[in-house]
């Protein structure tokens, strides 16, 4: 499997998606880049926050899926579902995964987020889409603190990864802006 790297992503706008009943993980990756899914989980409290999380917890209960672009168009009207801007703990793979892969990706975003001392919140967004001539999944936990610095190191600044120490940029992410 290619190797992931957990991203510390400040997304500075929500994007919106029209709420559609999908069933995660089942076929979900778009064939071009004018479509993309959401799916947003709720995980189990205590299993959310361990270094040694149980694989059967994971992904959660799903508490929303949506769709973006295709035939809704970019603006989505009613049943609007949202991946709000904040600060999240990233990783992506660049092909299609099934759903056991996904758990296992899922886990090793939670252990290395943990392991960096981010505070996560117990909800994990999962986008897939197509960008670049692959599918691409995207998981995102929420970092405790919302829209603003998190305080890790105690002043006011979230810890870099060693690709921000770097200068890299981060993946692009459809949606926000620089």
Not at 146 to 157: A, K, S, V
């Amino acid at each position: 499997m290619e190797e992931s790297s957990l991203i510390y992503l400040h997304l500075r706008n929500d994007i919106d998606y029209t709420e559609t009943p999908l069933v995660p993980f089942d076929n979900v990756f778009p064939a071009d880049e004018t479509v993309e899914f959401i799916f947003c989980f709720e995980l189990d409290s205590e299993q959310a926050t361990r270094i040694d999380p149980d694989p059967s917890a994971f992904p959660g209960r799903l508490v929303f899926s949506g769709k973006r672009g295709g035939e809704d168009g970019e603006r989505p009207a009613n049943g609007k579902v949202r991946l709000p801007k904040g600060d999240y703990a990233f990783m992506q793979k660049r092909r299609e995964l099934d759903g056991t892969e996904c758990v296992n990706l899922a886990i090793e975003l939670q252990k290395d987020a943990l392991w960096e001392r981010f505070s996560l919140e117990n909800l994990m967004y999962a986008r897939c889409l197509f960008e670049d001539g692959s599918s691409v999944i995207q998981l995102l936990r929420p970092c405790l603190g919302g829209d603003t610095e998190i305080n890790f190191d105690g002043g006011g600044h979230a810890p870099l990864t060693p690709a921000q120490q770097a200068g890299l940029p981060l993946p692009p992410i459809r949606g926000s802006t620089p």
